[in-house]
């Protein structure tokens, strides 16, 4: 089938889970932006996608016809959505519809459908009606108001679920308080996390990678996009009437591995890890180690009565000079030699060696002050004591030579 027949297939993108600013141009497709992109994912949703198609395209023309489009993503159903759904593309022209084979999943299937959408508010619904369609009314005005994400929540005013057990409700509560100790910012911004039921605007989630696993990708477009203004709509949880839910265990073993995924990427530790050169910082501990083998052998080898015998004090800083001399060396080669390769003549490495020399010395001098600090306010054993500072005075002498001996400049 060509690509021009008028209810061909959207192909599924590949790559990256990363919306771009302006929508995809697809050759033999009217590309040009609209305002809303509405992606409903399904699998094995035959049942309901007739009626869900109907209902949303009547609600949209009235309020914004000729403004949006309708994205179904199948996952390949056995049940063959997909097929039903494209045999509505003639009777619905705003309908498109994706079939996905090698990739599965709801998550993925939502930001595959954005990732084609023209809209500049994207939205996503369930395919199985337990997500009433009138409430996109609500939400629309919401992002018309002002607001950069709405979501339809089942906490607030006029929310709800209509019969859930008390299992059901208990467990979907419990999924939320963790969620809250996990990730505080991101799930205490919205009384119902767990909503599948909401639209942002594209601006807020362009250029960054997503990267959820399982059901919940409210919390991707929370924790990664830039989202300032959240307004919620209260909504009931319908009862299905088709088909099955999918949810199994996997789904809340999904959603601890992401709260855990986005806790890791996003906060502290993760922008601290994502910025910190872990690789440089390995090569310059092992050289720092080759320093205190050289240190210790020409130190025996100064000091020592059976060698030459010298005075204690001489003999250590003689040693411990040749120990920087020899990180130095191989810093220089090694651990920063991209930085090195650009900066080659002997005035620039002579400059490196001298500001490395200063540093260590400061290294050396902060770590007899936290050597004695930790020995008598914190920890009473000089041996833990001098472990704790040789690490501080490893990362000073880290993160300095880092910033001022390496330092990339720009200039030629
Ligand atoms: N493409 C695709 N791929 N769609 C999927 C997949 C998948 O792997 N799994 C589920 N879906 C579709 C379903 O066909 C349905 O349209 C929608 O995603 C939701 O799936 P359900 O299995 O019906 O989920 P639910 O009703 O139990 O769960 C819902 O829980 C929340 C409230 O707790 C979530 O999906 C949320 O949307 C909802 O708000
Ligand atoms: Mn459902």
């Known amino acids: 089938m060509s690509i021009l027949e008028p209810n061909s297939l959207l192909s599924v993108p590949t790559g990256q889970l990363q919306i771009s600013e302006l929508p995809p141009s697809t050759v033999g497709v009217d590309s040009s932006p609209i305002f809303f992109s509405l992606v409903i994912p399904t699998y094995n949703e035959a049942g309901n996608i007739k009626a869900i198609i109907r ?62 959408a023209r809209g500049d508010v994207l939205g996503v619904i369930d395919g199985d009606l337990q997500h009433p369609p009138h409430v996109l009314l609500r939400l629309l005005y919401a992002i018309q108001k002002g607001a950069d994400l709405a979501v339809a929540s089942r906490h607030v005013e006029g929310g709800g679920v209509s019969s859930w057990s008390f299992i059901r409700r208990f467990l979907s509560r419990g999924a939320q308080l963790l969620g809250l100790i996990i990730l505080p910012n991101v799930l205490g911004r919205v009384s119902d996390p767990m909503s599948g039921y909401f639209i942002v605007r594209r601006n807020c989630i362009v250029n960054v990678t997503l990267n959820p696993v399982g059901y919940k990708v409210l919390l991707e477009v929370i924790g990664r996009g830039q989202v300032k203004q959240i307004a919620e709509v209260g909504y009931v949880f319908c009862e299905r009437k088709e088909g099955e839910s999918k949810v199994t265990w996997k789904q809340y073993l999904d959603y601890i591995h992401h709260l855990l995924r986005l806790r890791l990427s996003t906060g502290y530790i993760g922008r601290f890890s994502q910025n910190f050169p872990i690789g440089r910082f390995m090569r310059f501990g092992l050289v720092g180690l080759s320093g205190v083998f050289v240190d210790m052998a020409v130190l025996y080898l100064l000091s020592d009565p059976t060698t030459l015998g010298l005075p204690l004090t001489r003999s250590k800083i003689l040693a411990g000079e040749i120990a920087i001399f020899n990180n130095f060396l191989w810093n220089d080669a090694w651990t920063f030699a991209d930085v090195a390769m650009q900066q080659r003549s002997w005035r620039q490495r002579l400059k490196r060696f001298l500001k490395f020399n200063l540093i260590c010395l400061a290294g050396l001098v902060l770590n007899v002050l936290v050597l004695n600090l930790v020995f008598n306010f914190i920890i009473h054993n000089r041996y833990i004591a001098n472990l704790i500072a040789i690490a501080i005075a490893t990362i000073w002498n880290f993160w300095v030579n880092l910033k001022l001996s390496w330092r990339v400049t720009q200039v030629k």
Not at 56 to 63: G, K, N, V
Not at 73 to 78: A, F, K, Q
């Open 55 to 116: 209902i949303l395209s009547t609600l949209l023309d009235e309020s914004i016809p000729g403004e949006y489009e309708l994205i179904v993503v199948d996952d390949d159903s056995p049940d063959g959505t997909w097929e039903v759904a494209q045999s509505l593309m003639l009777e619905y022209p705003q309908l498109r519809v994706m079939r996905r084979q090698d990739e599965r999943g709801l998550s993925s299937a939502v930001i595959r459908g954005w990732q084609v």
